[in-house]
């Protein structure tokens, strides 16, 4: 199956720094990507929808001016958590869709996700 | 708009037993794909099964098997056969158009599943 990397896949800072998270699909091209953002014990939920070459679409009540999202290339989305606070802590996790328009198993890919603690 | 209801938030089988994981799902779509994934505590998401809205035969993959039953709009996973190993986070998800020119997941709140040897 399609491997979706991202790094780093642990990262702890401080407070008020700012934090970049790549994730690149590896060996297709993906069209559209996806930023979910999990607390511990909760589900995934979805923070923003990132299509090649436009502007990403948040999720209602996700600061857009926060958390940065850039799909600059087909194999790669970087989600950018600017000035960090540790309410900002959680598990982030990208997925990367090579159709766009299809509903099929096949079309879907989870990076192994990235756990930020900001301290 | 797609929902997704999990409603067991922790389950416990016996090893080698089946246990079932209920999913029901809301949507207005007509056509739209129904996940299971599977979440370890390395936090890894693992695709598992797949049904889609027009797929008349129950998805089954290995050990795991969907119940599919759209009039009730229920999509359960049976593990049969349950190992240690099957100890996890279990995640249903539909997939259905956002609106915004794709389609999302949608994902429920998740079943802990505890296998006891």
């Known amino acids: 199956g399609a491997v979706v990397s991202q790094h780093p896949s642990r990262v702890i800072c401080k407070s008020g720094t700012s934090v970049k998270i790549e994730c690149r699909s590896l060996?297709?091209?993906?069209?559209?990507m996806f930023w979910y953002r999990q607390f511990p014990k909760k589900s995934l939920m979805l923070m923003a929808t990132?299509?090649?070459?436009?502007?990403?679409?948040?999720e209602q009540g996700v600061e857009k001016d926060k958390f940065l999202i850039n799909h600059a290339s087909l194999t790669l989305s970087t989600l950018t958590v600017t000035s960090a606070h540790p309410e900002d802590s959680s598990f982030y996790i990208c997925?990367?869709?090579?159709?766009?328009?299809?509903?099929?198993?096949?079309?879907?890919?989870f990076g192994p996700g990235t756990r930020l603690t900001v301290l | 708009a797609q929902k997704i209801t999990q409603t067991q938030p922790g389950m416990f089988v016996q090893e080698k037993e089946a246990v079932t994981l209920d999913c029901t799902y809301d949507?207005?779509?007509?056509?739209?794909?129904l996940f299971w994934y599977k979440q370890p505590s390395s936090g890894e998401m693992i695709f598992l099964i797949y049904?889609?809205?027009?797929?008349?035969q129950n998805a089954t993959e290995g050990r795991y098997s969907l119940n599919f039953q759209k009039a009730r709009k229920s999509a359960n996973l049976v593990i049969s056969a349950s190992q240690l190993g099957d100890s996890a986070m279990y995640f249903c998800?539909?997939?259905?158009?956002?609106?915004?020119?794709?389609?999302?997941?949608?994902f429920g709140k998740g079943t802990k599943l505890s296998v006891i040897p």
């Open positions: 997925s990367a869709r090579s159709q766009r328009n299809v509903i099929s198993t096949d079309t879907q890919y």
């Open positions: 060996d297709f091209q993906a069209t559209t």
């Open positions: 990132s299509n090649e070459g436009s502007k990403a679409t948040y």
């Open positions: 949507t207005s779509d007509q056509s739209y794909g």
């Open positions: 049904q889609g809205s027009y797929d008349e």
């Open positions: 998800a539909i997939l259905g158009y956002s609106g915004a020119g794709s389609y999302q997941l949608t």
